[in-house]
């Protein structure tokens, strides 16, 4: 299994940033997969995560309403587009495999990516 994830960096507080993470070696379209992120001082936590099936997505509530998520199985691709970001929103973010998505939960993490890092400032 890899995950690689890509398009991390610099931004303005208000700016948008997207993520993308590059998944091979597992049934990509059939597993649950999600983004993690840990702040400095902080624990990892869960962002946005989307079921095997895709019926169901779990939002962390810092992100509701600024950050979406979406797959593209013909690519094997996850997003994470990331939009009116905030000094809080500063962390490593990881692309991961969840064992476990529900609409209030996300986690038991079966395989972690390389993260990239989103960095919030003026």
């Known amino acids: 299994v890899q995950l690689q994830a890509s398009g991390g960096g610099l931004v303005q507080p208000g700016g948008s940033l997207r993520l993308s993470c590059a998944a091979s070696g597992f049934t990509f379209g059939h597993s649950a997969i999600g983004w993690f992120r840990q702040a400095p001082g902080k624990e990892r936590e869960g962002v946005l995560c989307?079921?095997?099936?895709?019926?169901?997505?779990y939002y962390t509530d810092s992100v509701k309403g600024r950050f979406t998520i979406s797959r593209d199985s013909a690519k094997n691709t996850l997003t994470l587009q990331m939009n009116s970001l905030k000094p809080e929103d500063t962390a490593v973010y990881y692309c991961a495999i969840p064992g476990v998505v529900a609409t209030n939960a996300c986690y038991g993490v079966r395989y972690w990516g390389k993260g990239t890092q989103v960095t919030v400032s003026s």
């Open positions: 989307i079921s095997s099936s895709g019926g169901t997505t």
